[in-house]
T-cell receptor
Framework: KAGVTQTPRYLIKTRGQQVTLSCSPISGHRSVSWYQQTPGQGLQFLFEYFSETQRNKGNFPGRFSGRQFSNSRSEMNVSTLELGDSALYLC???????????FGPGTRLLVL | GQNIDQPTEMTATEGAIVQINCTYQTSGFNGLFWYQQHAGEAPTFLSYNVLDGLEEKGRFSSFLSRSKGYSYLLLKELQMKDSASYLCAVREGISGSARQLTFGSGTQLTVLP
């Protein structure tokens, strides 16, 4: 099985812009979770989607949003980018509730 | 909410054994995971414990004590490639969703020749 894929791998944006990141889960996996990783805060949960519904959301401002499509692919969007949004954005997929989450390679976002 | 503590850094010698501890406080425990993350790469799954006891997988073992809120990852026969950050993550049993992981800050392990 192919692993979790994320596009793009690297992105440079300027303050105030918006960005959309994409994640394709492992085939057959219906749950996609998004995480932000920074040197100062570590890995922090953003949100989780299952069957096109957001089931759980972390403690991030409303500028961070996401969605999931019928084929389980997911996108996350960050509007009005701030310098502090520079981070590695990771998506992870899993099958059932008891299954392990498998991470994609991440998208490294730099906001200038 | 959850609080997860693990040492920031550890150093060990090639061929040795190292134990990385993780303590947690949670309102609804539903499993503990260990991930390995090399610099610039995504975390990769190492082990999963939901019941008390030891899970062994090759050179890696993980132990869990739910009553003590404690886990450790044991790495045997250390190799240079084991130099990485090791992340302890707890899954909370949230109604309707059990997929949110809360991560510790990670333990940066350096293996010396």
């Amino acid at each position: 099985k192919a692993g979790v894929t994320q596009t793009p791998r690297y992105l440079i944006k300027t303050r105030g812009q918006q960005v959309t990141l994409s994640c394709s889960p492992i085939s057959g996996h219906r749950s996609v979770s998004w995480y932000q990783q920074t040197p100062g805060q570590g890995l922090q949960f953003l949100f989780e989607y299952f069957s096109e519904t957001q089931r759980n959301k972390g403690n991030f401002p409303g500028r961070f949003s996401g969605r999931q499509f019928s084929n389980s692919r997911s996108e996350m969007n960050v509007s009005t980018l701030e310098l502090g949004d520079s981070a590695l954005y990771l998506c992870a997929s899993s099958g059932t509730a008891k299954e392990t989450q498998y991470f994609g390679p991440g998208t490294r976002l730099l906001v200038l | 909410g959850q609080n997860i503590d693990q040492p920031t850094e550890m150093t060990a010698t090639e061929g040795a054994i190292v134990q990385i501890n993780c303590t947690y406080q949670t309102s609804g425990f539903n499993g503990l995971f260990w991930y390995q993350q090399h610099a610039g790469e995504a975390p990769t799954f190492l082990s999963y414990n939901v019941l008390d006891g030891l899970e062994e997988k090759g050179r890696f073992s993980s132990f869990l004590s739910r009553s003590k809120g404690y886990s450790y990852l044991l790495l045997k026969e250390l190799q240079m490639k084991d130099s990485a950050s090791y992340l302890c993550a707890v899954r909370e049993g949230i109604s309707g969703s059990a997929r949110q992981l809360t991560f510790g800050s990670g333990t940066q392990l350096t293996v010396l020749p």
